[in-house]
């Protein structure tokens, strides 16, 4: 099923109140005259990531990830390093922060009928 927009939605992202700015990476998308595909290959999720100042957290406090059209599918990521990331559970449109301090990128890959998206936010837990 085709639709207006021309790209897929961007999630809100918030903590604690908090809004989280987060980054559309590469999708393919189809509109009802034409499919875009947009390859953001060339920058992996960590740089990405990078380009946006964290937004602070409480350990182990709830991140709230919601669409405003409900995704088919959606694997939530946590980047380690360039070649390395781990799963991250989400239920009820929730993940949990990390209990440790520190700055952590995560990469979200989401489907809906009409094709895919990425997207990359990062927090700061202290």
Not at 10 to 34: E, M, R
Not at 36 to 44: E, F, G, I, S
Not at 63 to 71: G, N, V
Not at 94 to 117: C, F, M
């Amino acid at each position: 099923m085709a639709t207006a927009s021309p790209k897929p939605p961007v999630p809100d992202v918030s903590a604690a109140g908090k809004k989280v700015p987060v980054i559309q990476g590469s999708y393919c998308w189809k509109a009802f005259f034409s499919t875009k595909c947009v390859d953001w290959a060339y920058a992996p999720p960590l740089k990405i990531g990078n380009r946006q100042e964290p937004v602070e957290v409480a350990p182990s406090s709830p991140i709230k990830i919601h669409f405003e059209k409900e995704p088919v599918s959606l694997s939530v990521k946590r980047k380690i390093n360039e070649e390395k990331e781990i799963n991250v559970k989400m239920m009820n449109q929730k993940i949990n922060a990390p209990s440790e301090s520190g700055t952590y990128v995560y990469h979200l890959i989401v489907n809906w009928r009409q094709g895919d998206g990425s997207y990359v936010f990062r927090i700061k837990v202290k």
